[in-house]
């Protein structure tokens, strides 16, 4: 994947994940997580969620304990809800819970999916 397509990945990711939580709790909180993935990670939080979604999942587990699951699902609601991703919520946790090549591709196909959706918003 060239890095322009990836980076584009990483800032949709970063803005789904802000606008599940921000309507839900507020948006302080996409800010304080995304604060303390950092300097867990020592990198861009969703850079990680997009190169490894289980490691994204464990530092989130870190910072909210079993809240963790909670807030995937509560992003994977708002996708089923807001786009049409073809991924059950059910679905959207798994892969972050689950290691492999398969789950890390399953999630940016739902990802560019959104992007395509997005661009053809704006053609119309």
Do not use: W
Not at 20 to 28: D, K, N, P, V
Not at 69 to 88: H, M, R
Request: glycine share 6%; charged share 25%; proline share 2%.
């Amino acid at each position: 994947m060239s890095e322009a397509k990836n980076v584009l990945l990483h800032k949709v990711a970063q803005k789904i994940f802000e606008e599940a939580t921000a309507a839900s709790l507020g948006s302080t909180f996409h800010i304080i997580i995304s604060f303390h993935l950092k300097q867990k990670f020592g990198k861009d939080p969703y850079e990680v969620l997009i190169d490894n979604p289980k490691a994204f999942y464990n530092g989130l587990r870190e910072v909210l304990g079993e809240g963790a699951e909670a807030i995937i699902s509560l992003v994977g609601t708002y996708l089923t809800v807001k786009y049409d991703t073809n991924c059950t919520t059910e679905e959207f946790v798994r892969l972050f819970t689950r290691n492999g090549k398969p789950t890390k591709e399953r999630l940016q196909e739902i990802f560019r999916n959104i992007i395509l959706q997005e661009e053809n918003k704006l053609k119309t």
